[in-house]
């Protein structure tokens, strides 16, 4: 697929200044992103619509030591964002006398969401007080259950709202009529929000819960800005500590090294294991590793949560081969949208091959595993097509859905894929344009290769968290010569470069992940354009400077 180059203005010679200024963040602002501080820039968590009323009823339950259930979505942003709520009620509890909280998350073949099976269930256990967390917000008819079985309910959800709100107290920032100032929080930021204002009196309390919030920001890929970037930035700090058993053996687990976390390992090396259990069987092991008080119990769960996620990897391997080897058969990139759907694939893996394809093709996709004539599954869009307001359009054709604007999850009769397919490429083709469909690189800045110093890359770090709204920056040397390459990899699928310069005996190193396809295209002495993140790498004491590449082509 092309790529199209763009590279932004040149406003400043300081290349974290340049960055900055290219992403449209002014400069009176700069010292406030590169330096967030926890307690000036925390949010009032009273601004945010319902936790208030929220606060009230808990501490109700609490002091009348009511039983407290917690309904909670099986992925890696509902999964910490439980264990806070746990924690917090867990606390309060054990100063007051009540009983512990008690927790369901549902298998994901039971589908997202609230439902009635779960509300049977923690009603058996004496649950009078319902709290969803990252559900609920869409489901009118299980609140009304609950309601009618007794159970009281908040609902904290930070999904869009429908028209009409369940009457309930609900927890969501989106809601209208919300003073919040701050709006796109995940789940585990809504968590921390409230138990921030459960325990006012108790700050540390909630800062140590920052490294759950953290986890569960940085996985759903919410916006990195505002306070969820305070959060973020934060949360790894508290993570780093390694103060939280679960955590420290899942991050033992995962191979990390000892320092900082970044989102980087976040994202790609913690979440997935997270998300894992509840991809292949049911996330309650997750749950529980998170809230793990015995040391030799969490090593046991994390080694098992790294076995599950191998398991996934393989599984989500197998699944998008398939997958691409049907999208080729039957031409689907002629589309403005992709489908794909099958029976025998896993419904816990749909939504990672369909990011995988919108990433491959840059256009929507929607991948459904079929069973017993019903499909589950998952899309994942671009920013010209807004997935949760189209699939409104398409809500005839559907059983549930819900999502954000470039995420979604969906079920429907099988026997509607082929008409709801047609109805999203009627969508698509009024709002998604030819330029859309291209791939666009943002050049952050160009530089000269003598900017490519130790300290001025460490510098970079300061822009941390990455992720979405705040992503790697990209940075670009003009006609490099290549001195070297090399495939490497188990299955030979990455390339690796040497870079030279004129003026100059420098060697760089540079790793083009999956990139082995464009080996033939640079020969030794050929001359290119090179995208690229610089990263610093540590061997036997010595420091080097080596780089991501993200982009490449013949010189300009």
């Known amino acids: 697929m092309k790529t199209n180059w763009y590279f932004a203005e040149k406003k400043s010679d300081d290349l974290i200044e340049q960055i900055l200024l290219s992403r449209g963040i002014a400069k009176k602002y700069h010292d406030a992103f590169l330096h967030p501080n926890y307690e000036r820039d925390s949010a009032d968590p009273l601004t945010i619509k319902g936790i208030k009323e929220g606060v009230v009823r808990v501490r109700r339950a609490i002091k009348t030591k009511e ?106 920032p989106k809601q209208p009529g919300c003073p919040s100032k701050f709006k796109d929080y995940a ?60 955590l420290r053996s899942l991050v033992e687990a995962a191979g990390i090294k000892e320092g900082e976390i970044s989102s980087y390992q976040v994202g790609f090396m913690i979440a997935p294991r997270i998300n894992a259990p509840g991809r292949m069987d049911h996330a309650s092991r997750s749950f529980y590793l998170l809230i793990e008080r015995n040391g030799a119990q969490a090593k046991e769960i994390a080694k098992s949560l790294n076995s599950t996620n191998e398991e996934r990897q393989a599984e989500c391997a197998r699944v998008l081969n398939e997958a691409l080897a049907m999208i080729e058969r039957q031409g689907l990139t002629n589309n403005k949208a992709i489908l794909v759907a099958k029976e025998g694939w896993s419904a816990g893996v749909v939504g990672l091959v369909a990011g995988r394809i919108t990433e491959k093709f840059h256009r929507p996709a929607v991948v459904l595993a079929i069973e017993n004539g019903t499909a589950k599954g998952s899309a994942r869009s671009i920013d010209a097509f807004h997935l949760v307001d189209n699939l409104e359009k398409l809500a005839s054709q559907l059983t549930t859905f819900g999502g954000h604007a470039r995420a979604a999850g969906l079920t429907l009769p099988g026997k509607n894929i082929k008409k709801f397919y047609a109805e999203l490429l009627a969508l698509v083709d009024k709002q998604i344009t030819d330029r859309n469909l291209a791939h666009m690189l943002t050049i952050d800045a160009m530089v000269m290769p003598e900017q490519l110093t130790i300290d001025t890359i460490a510098r970079l770090a300061l822009l941390e968290p990455f992720g979405v709204g705040n992503r790697q920056p990209v940075l670009a040397l003009k006609n490099v010569i290549i001195k070297a390459t090399r495939l490497v990899g188990q299955e030979q699928s990455h390339l690796q470069l040497q ?36 990263t610093i790498n540590e061997w036997q004491g010595r420091r080097h400077i080596d780089l991501k590449v993200i982009g490449i082509r013949a010189a300009s």
């Open 67 to 172: 039983q407290i259930g917690i309904f909670a979505d099986y992925d890696a942003d509902g999964i910490p964002a439980a264990a806070i709520l746990w924690e917090t009620f867990h606390f309060l509890a054990l100063k007051n006398g009540a009983p512990d909280p008690v927790t369901y998350i549902p298998s994901r073949q039971e589908g997202y969401g609230l439902n009635e099976k779960g509300i049977d269930e923690l009603k058996a256990q004496g649950v009078t007080l319902l709290i969803t967390i990252d559900l609920g917000v869409r489901s009118h008819k299980e609140v009304a259950y609950a309601q009618r079985e007794g159970l009281d309910v908040i609902v904290i959800d930070h999904h869009l709202v429908d028209k009409t709100l369940p009457r309930a107290i609900v927890i969501n």
């Open 187 to 246: 789940a585990g930021g809504l968590a921390l929000k409230f138990a921030q204002a459960l325990t006012p009196d108790e700050p540390n309390f909630s800062r140590w819960q920052l490294d759950l919030a953290a986890i569960s920001t940085i996985s759903d890929m919410v916006p990195l800005v505002g306070e969820n970037r305070l959060i973020a930035k934060y949360g790894m700090l508290v993570a780093a500590k390694r103060r939280r058993l679960g």
């Open 499 to 534: 870079i030279g310069f004129d003026h100059s005996q420098a060697i760089v190193k540079a790793i083009g992940f999956s990139m082995a396809s464009v080996a033939g295209e640079i020969p030794v002495g050929s001359r290119v354009d090179l995208a690229f993140f610089p």
